[in-house]
């Protein structure tokens, strides 16, 4: 049971690049997730979707885009990257009808905007 | 003011200390508490999931909510290097909301 599986592990990009960050998860969750972390930010929530063909903006969503065109995957988009965007980004997924569901998280993508 | 407040350390204890952590937040609305785990170069991992005021106790760890003063504590007793992480907690406005609001987490080191 892989749980939520997040590729690539690394990437550098250059500014103005774009690139697709994948989320894959195998717990049949509805609900999954994108953070990032950054130093002395914590957690903060960019998109998330509650179900197949569904996406929300999270706290701080400007210069991404998401898709969940399959229940099991989420992707998230950088178009145009920016050197702001240099941070490890995180997938989580839940099931929501399941009491107290914590989020899963997977092990992040370390990006790196040059 | 950020929602939750959580002091970044870095901790450093002997083995076998009792440890605290602990996070003040703003909101009185909050009424699920969380506190996550996380490894060097891992995602987070929930340890213990509480609701409201009151203690809660999983082996050496306990959580401990105190919703009057709006803060919240992580006690690990007999600690273990292998308790070394970062720890995160996080708060729920209600069990159905999508919204986490998380700390920006405290790094502990166990020494051997």
């Known amino acids: 049971n892989a749980g939520v599986t997040q590729t690539p592990k690394f990437r550098v990009l250059k500014t103005g690049q774009s690139m697709t960050l994948l989320c894959a998860q195998d717990?049949?969750?509805?609900?999954m997730y994108w953070y990032r972390q950054d130093p002395g930010m914590g957690l903060r929530l960019i998109h998330y979707s509650v179900g197949e063909g569904t996406t929300a903006k999270g706290e701080v969503p400007d210069g991404y885009n998401v898709s969940r065109l399959k229940k099991q995957n989420f992707l998230l988009g950088l178009e145009s990257a920016a050197p702001s965007q240099t941070s490890v980004y995180f997938c989580?997924?839940?099931?929501?009808?399941?009491?107290?569901?914590?989020?899963?998280f997977g092990n992040g993508t370390r990006l790196t905007v040059t | 003011q950020k929602e939750v407040e959580q002091d970044p350390g870095p901790l450093s204890v002997p083995e076998g200390a009792i440890v605290s952590l602990n996070c003040t937040y703003s909101?009185?609305?909050?009424?699920?508490f969380m506190w996550y785990r996380q490894y060097s170069r891992k995602g987070p991992e929930l340890l213990m999931y509480t609701y409201s005021s009151g203690n809660k106790e999983d082996g050496r760890f306990t959580a401990q909510v105190d919703k009057s003063s709006k803060y919240i504590s992580l006690f690990i007793r007999d600690s273990q290097p292998s308790d070394s992480a970062t720890y995160l907690c996080?708060?729920?406005?209600?069990?159905?909301?999508?919204?986490?609001?998380f700390g920006t987490g405290t790094s502990l080191t166990v020494i051997p």
């Open positions: 909101n009185s609305a909050f009424q699920y």
């Open positions: 996080a708060m729920r406005l209600s069990n159905t909301g999508n919204q986490f609001y």
């Open positions: 717990m049949n969750h509805e609900y």
């Open positions: 989580a997924s839940r099931a929501p009808r399941v009491y107290n569901s914590p989020l899963h």
